[in-house]
């Protein structure tokens, strides 16, 4: 049976499901209302972005958050992982859209799924595992590692304090890795292959390639030849 409690954030009281083991979180939330937070200590088919999956042993935070739409969500959801790690000493950056990575390892991955009423979104974070190669955990950078149930809760702060779109934008360009970086995007059969050299207003990626600059509203997206890094980089 999963155990419900509920959380005081910032005026607004969400209702926290926790779960043993499911198969995703993501495909729990679904079926629940706004305002509504599902987390689960192993999943046995987590999913990631375009159809991966997610592995999900125990000793990650796996977790969905059921909120209204919010078209700049892939952005907010980005700055507030990286300002919650930020409380624990870690340094991490943004690769466009939204992984999470630290000296370019992957800590944490963003998965959102929206319908016209609800915005699901799910947030897997190594806490003491780092799953796959190459990938990264909050044990493996610092001695000071939360519970899933603190971190989740600095996160979800951070998602719903008050914040000005361009003070949002601006605060993501300032975290995100991919700008300057040499990059490699694909959507679907269609590959862009420039050097990334912003990040508009709406969070679409600009990519300068031979033929002048794309504007990228979604991809999967490479960098080529490593990450770049700016010392200090966290939100206020
Ligand atoms: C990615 O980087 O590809 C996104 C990974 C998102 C994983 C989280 S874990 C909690 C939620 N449930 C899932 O099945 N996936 C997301």
Known sequence: MPETRFLSIRGRKLRLIRYDNVASTQR?????????VVIAHSQTAGRGRYGREWISPPGGMYASIVLTPDPLLPLRA??????ALSAYGINARLKWPNDVTVRGKKIAGILIESNPKKMILGIGVNIRAAPIPGATSVLRETDAVPTV??????????????????????DYRRLCATINAEVLVSMGTEQIRGRAVGIDQRGRLLVRTHTGVRRIHSGDCRHIGGDTFDVGAHPR
Do not use: F, M, N, S
């Not at 729990?28 to 509504?36: G, H, K, N, Q, W």
């Not at 980005?78 to 300002?83: D, E, H, P, Q």
């Not at 149930?149 to 601006?170: M, Q, S």
């Open 149 to 170: 149930d603190e971190l989740i809760e600095r996160i979800i702060a951070r998602l719903l304090t008050p914040r000005v779109d361009a003070e949002l934008t601006r």
């Open 78 to 83: 980005g700055v507030a992982i990286v300002a």
């Open 28 to 36: 729990v939330a679904r079926e629940l209302p706004v305002e509504t």
